[in-house]
């Protein structure tokens, strides 16, 4: 248990309605595979050398037919090369690129989590009950442009922080929580996976999880650690964070949840009215803690 954090109780029956609601999930074994293979080194902050204790990639097999196939994934996979990496250099979007994210959200609003979400945001007045202005809600907090590289330029969005993931002027990862992009850079080889991240040596993670704190090299520069969802869809992982940081206007809200057989710590940091950065940190799996 984290200390000084209480399960959040409410959210945590949210969430899993959720859960049982991403019919569009990827299924492990079936859907994809992974291998964790070993535990990851200690790398020091700035350091950009990391021991490689995973000699094979972590997706050995991703059934790309469905994220072709599956909406939502196919709107998702469109919006992945729309970013420029480093903060401190502008982003521009195009008339194409703004039309993307809005065929995106479409896709992810016609979903059943997608709709249980607006209903439950709704219902506590924390957006409009008219789905156009629920849509550019989302387009809002998500999409929006703001400057994380000081005074040069709108840099920076929730959606390319937490979905693309972006450097700090080049020397250091930032964000890439979401294992879509994780697996096409690992397949185009701009992805090292390092290893697994566990704590004092207890766990070595199942290959059927469905949340990993791991370690890569992306692009020659190394994040020590990172943690993601696997294998679910856009939408869970937009509602889940959405619906964090909705529920608190505090600059970081870190609550306790149980979502399915995973204890998991929710993270979102606000930037102003957007969302600075989100991802999932697994405190235990099928009751056996990892600290």
Not at 67 to 94: H, P, Q
Not at 133 to 147: A, V
Not at 186 to 206: L, T
Request: hydrophobic share 35%; charged share 25%; aromatic share 12%.
């Amino acid at each position: 248990m984290a200390s000084g954090l209480v399960m959040n109780e409410d959210l945590s029956k949210i969430l899993n309605e959720l859960w049982k609601a991403d019919e569009n999930r990827l299924l492990p074994g079936k859907d994809y595979q992974i291998s964790v293979q070993g535990k990851a080194s200690y790398v020091r902050a700035g350091s950009n050398n990391a021991k490689d204790n995973a000699r094979r990639p972590l997706f050995s097999y991703v059934n790309e037919e469905r994220l072709r196939t599956i909406k939502s994934f196919s709107a998702f996979t469109a919006l992945l090369d729309n970013y420029e990496m480093s903060t401190g250099i502008a982003e521009v979007v195009t008339p194409e690129e703004r039309a993307e994210n809005s065929r995106f959200l479409d896709a992810i609003l016609g979903t059943k989590v997608m709709q249980i979400t607006h209903q439950y945001l709704a219902g506590k007045n924390l957006t409009s009950a008219d789905p156009q202005e629920f849509k550019q809600h989302l387009y809002d907090i998500w999409f929006q442009l703001y400057s994380r590289g000081g005074n040069r330029g709108r840099d920076s969005s929730g959606f390319e922080h937490v979905f693309v993931g972006e450097t700090k002027r080049g020397r250091e990862i930032m964000g890439l929580h979401n294992w879509v992009q994780f697996y096409l850079q690992e397949k185009r080889n701009h992805i090292d996976y390092k290893g697994f991240v566990a704590r004092k040596d207890k766990n070595k993670p199942d290959e059927d999880d469905h949340v990993l704190t791991l370690q890569f090299s992306w692009k020659e520069m190394v994040k020590p650690v990172g943690s993601s969802f696997i294998g679910v869809s856009p939408e869970f992982e937009f509602a889940v964070y959405t619906i964090c940081f909705l529920l608190s206007q505090a600059k970081v809200s870190r609550e306790l949840v149980m979502v399915d057989e995973y204890h998991l710590q929710i993270i979102v940091y606000r930037h102003g009215k957007y969302i600075g950065t989100s991802y999932p940190v697994l405190l235990s799996s099928n009751n056996t803690p990892l600290d």
